[in-house]
Nanobody, 123 residues
């Protein structure tokens, strides 16, 4: 069992930055690959980024490539999503999730989810 808690969301102007955190608890939390997803009102949850258990490999959706960076600190059991050059279309609830398999881009490939944190980007 892994518990995930996201934080760091908020309201920001277009062009601004936010850093999301995802704190994981559980005996083997640091051995899981992690993913970030987001869900805007009326839309399906979509893949944003993934990171391997070591942090050596990362994958991004085309829509955020070059603007978002994910990283992790396994000593703190925490994964981060640094979001720069934010756009109004980035507005969504952001979720972190764990998976046994790095690079999975579909929601059904993830085993545990956080509760989400709201990110709102104003124009």
């Amino acid at each position: 069992q892994v518990q995930l808690v996201e934080s760091g969301g908020g309201l920001v102007q277009a062009g601004g930055s936010l850093r999301l955190s995802c704190a994981a608890s559980g005996r083997t939390a640091s051995t899981y690959a992690m993913g970030w997803f987001r869900q805007a009102p009326g839309k399906e949850r979509e893949f944003v980024a993934a990171i391997s258990w070591s942090g050596a490999r990362t994958t991004y959706a085309d829509s955020v490539k070059g603007r978002f960076t994910t990283s992790r600190d396994n000593a703190k059991n925490t994964v981060y999503l640094q979001m720069n050059s934010l756009k109004p279309e980035d507005t969504a609830v952001y979720y972190c999730a764990v998976t046994q398999y790095y690079g999975v881009v579909t929601t059904n490939g993830y085993d545990y989810w956080g509760q989400g944190t709201q990110v709102t980007v104003s124009s």
